[in-house]
């Protein structure tokens, strides 16, 4: 059954030839295509944007809604405390870097790029019924701004981040596209052909947003340059940037998340509030500080209203600033989910779905909220007072829109520098970071917890920087960002999937824990033994006593009830498992003898429903502070034989009960099981 964990028996990591090769050759067949018949593509790509919008923009509206009340609803319900992970696991990241890691990758480079220009945009060239460069217009900016940038696409990444951990680190499946669609489709289909076409699909759609992110951000990069530097803007400096920027993005992908990835995104997070910081203090601050104030109160006062405006009342020139603004937008989140929503989940394990989606959602719109009230209310204020040459750049270079900005600053080369130096490095997390996730979205065998090897991701790096390059020299940067855009309606069905799939999951959830309600037995003594059971709670026993428990105690308990479950006609199996397949917590030196048991595992079978699971695991733990002794090797610490089922630790210590005890404690944690199978059905 889909939410038993997987098998012991760890299979090879292997490429998987029918994602790589298919996604591969669709890669390779669309670039010539833009490359040969640039302007064809552009313009079939033009008109089926405009098709999908003026036919499905409806639906956009309303699936992105249900995206982010999906995403909340699960974070303020009775299963937000349920763990990304098992039960006894802790988060994986400490919080700041998290917090770091979702910055970079969730907004990345389009905040140089729209941080000054999107509010100007919609100052000086509102949508329809708004005189432009009025005050109306003035408040409309911030919150239309707010809008493309807030709850809404980040409820995008929530779902699908929370639906790819939630199933790679609850359920014990690959961390991969097709792994939340298993309690839909089955095993059969999500290991087959189904499968394989889901993550080529989302292989596809990475690698088309990352070289087309690329390609838009080294012109930005090239056009700060020319501004700091005067170097002039050409394709052979525009190609030393992606090389340079590929080469570090894939000494930082060898490096892995923990260090390559994890601190650049610190080192950017940080740099990015000090250049916000600069901003403010040098700038209108009583102004700007309203303004955020006021701003937020605007984008709440009008968010349910703008959620579910398509202008149908504004005829053709409402349907046209819808396409090219709101839909667009929705499109853009909903083709970049794979990339994003696959690294967030990477870097979640042991987190609670509360923690996941308030984080997700709210900690990255609260510097968004900052960031483009500050230089957006920066741009307006200063057109507003006269400087028309700043909006005519915004408007018609955004691009340049930023280090035109910085131009009426105080150290206006030393803003633009920083400028530079921040896009370059979030090209670097964007390109690291995505090499990372098409790396192992065509492997096969992968578990939940390891990453592609270093070969694959290399690979894919440098696969990036040479489309990259391909297309800079040959044009077809539009082209494939509409690709992207296009392939964002599919993928929108999938992720209304990947909705129904929590929800089946988050009810067995529920009937879970009200099975482990039901009333059973007291596994220990009535209270005659008193002594003995005082004995057993104060003590704080060794490796080898414990050691010495599973052998003489345990493993005689559950082999016994094994057996009558076998003869009960029900397929079992017991297990002996080693320090490798338990993981932390015990002590490695310990661990030489042979024949050592660490851990016992019984599993019994019940066909198309879940297994029942249980483990006995000799965990390594902290002694209380009153009772070390600095007379004992190893005093620090004490071992327990906790006890384990599917969604992990269930965290109480087997040690001192009798066989009989753990009988009983066997049979209760099956009768709960039983109690679960029951309301599931």
């Not at 980040?154 to 596209?177: D, E, Q, S, T």
């Not at 080192?267 to 403010?280: E, G, P, Q």
């Not at 609260?366 to 009230?373: N, V």
């Amino acid at each position: 059954m889909y939410s038993s964990p997987s098998q012991d028996v760890t299979k090879p990591l292997t490429l998987n030839k029918t994602v790589f090769m298919g996604s591969a050759i669709i890669s390779i067949l669309l670039i010539i295509w833009t490359i040969v018949f640039p302007n064809y593509s552009e313009a079939l790509l033009s008109a089926s944007m405009t098709w999908v919008s003026d036919k499905f923009g409806w639906y956009y509206m309303l699936v992105v809604a249900a995206y982010s009340i999906f995403a909340l609803f699960v974070g303020f319900s009775k299963y937000g405390d349920i763990k990304l992970g098992q039960d006894h696991e802790k988060a994986q990241f400490p919080f700041l870097a998290w917090a770091a890691m979702l910055f970079s990758a969730g907004i990345g480079i389009d905040l140089l790029f729209f941080g000054a220009s999107e509010p100007l945009m919609h100052y000086l060239t509102p949508h329809t019924g708004l005189e432009p460069a009025s005050a109306e217009a003035m408040r409309e900016a911030l919150a239309q701004t707010f809008l493309h940038w807030g709850l809404h696409g980040w409820g995008i990444y929530a779902l699908i981040g929370m639906a790819l951990a939630y199933f790679a680190y609850r359920k014990n499946m690959p961390l991969a596209l097709r792994s939340p669609l298993t309690p839909i489709f089955g095993e059969r289909l999500i290991k087959g052909w189904l499968g394989d076409g889901i993550d080529t699909f989302g292989v596809v759609c990475t690698l088309m947003g990352i070289a087309t992110s690329l390609g838009i951000g080294v012109l930005q990069a090239n056009a700060g340059l020319t501004h700091v530097f005067g170097i002039e803007s050409s394709k052979t400096v525009q190609a030393l940037i992606i090389v340079g920027v590929v080469a570090a993005a894939a000494i930082s992908a060898m490096t892995g998340v923990e260090k390559g990835v994890r601190r650049l995104s610190e080192f950017n997070m940080l740099s990015s509030i000090l250049l916000l910081l600069a901003i403010l203090v040098m700038g209108n601050t009583v102004y700007l500080l309203n303004t955020f104030t006021q701003n937020i109160g605007q984008y709440f006062q009008t968010i349910i209203y703008k959620t579910f405006d398509v202008y149908a009342y504004d005829g053709a020139a409402g349907a046209e600033w819808k396409s090219w603004w709101t839909i667009f937008f929705w499109a853009w989140w909903v083709a970049w989910a794979p990339f994003v929503g696959l690294f967030i989940a990477r870097i979640s394990r042991g987190r609670t779905l509360r923690e996941f989606v308030f984080g997700v959602m709210f900690i990255p719109l609260g510097f968004i909220f900052a960031w483009f009230s500050i230089f957006g209310n920066s741009a307006i204020d200063l057109v507003a007072n006269g400087a028309t040459e700043l909006g005519e750049i915004a408007v018609n270079d955004a691009a340049m829109g930023m280090f035109a900005l910085f131009e009426y600053f105080p150290y206006s080369e030393v803003l633009s520098f920083a400028g530079v130096v921040i896009g370059l490095i979030f090209f670097v997390t964007s390109a690291d970071s995505g090499a990372l996730v098409l790396a192992n979205l065509s492997s096969r065998g992968m578990t939940n917890d390891t990453d592609a090897p270093v070969w694959l991701r290399l690979f894919w790096a440098a696969a990036t920087g040479l489309i990259t390059l391909g297309l800079l020299f040959a044009g077809g940067f539009a082209s494939l960002q509409s690709v992207s855009v296009i392939a964002g309606l599919p993928f929108s069905i999938i992720l209304v999937l990947y909705m129904m799939s929590m929800w089946k999951s988050l009810k067995e959830e529920g009937n879970k824990r009200k099975a482990s309600t039901i009333g059973t037995a007291n596994v220990l003594d009535s209270g005659k033994s008193w002594k003995a059971r005082l004995q057993r709670i104060v003590s704080f026993p060794g490796h080898a006593q414990v050691e010495k428990f599973l052998h003489t105690v345990v493993m005689p308990a559950m082999s016994e009830v094994e057996k009558e479950f076998k003869a009960g006609g029900l397929k079992t199996s017991l297990d002996t498992k080693n320090l490798a397949s338990i993981g932390e917590g015990i002590d490695a030196g310990m661990d030489q003898d042979s024949g050592q048991v660490d851990g016992l595992k019984l599993r019994v079978g019940h066909g198309d429903e879940d297994d029942f699971i249980y483990e006995v695991n000799l965990i390594k733990a902290h002694r209380p502070n009153f009772t070390l002794s600095t007379s004992t090797k190893h005093a620090e610490y004490y071992y327990r034989a906790e006890v384990f089922l599917s969604e992990g630790s269930q965290e109480y210590d087997l040690v001192g009960y009798s066989k009989e005890q753990v009988l009983v404690d066997i049979l209760n944690q099956y009768e709960r099981h039983l109690q679960y199978l029951h309301l599931e059905r």
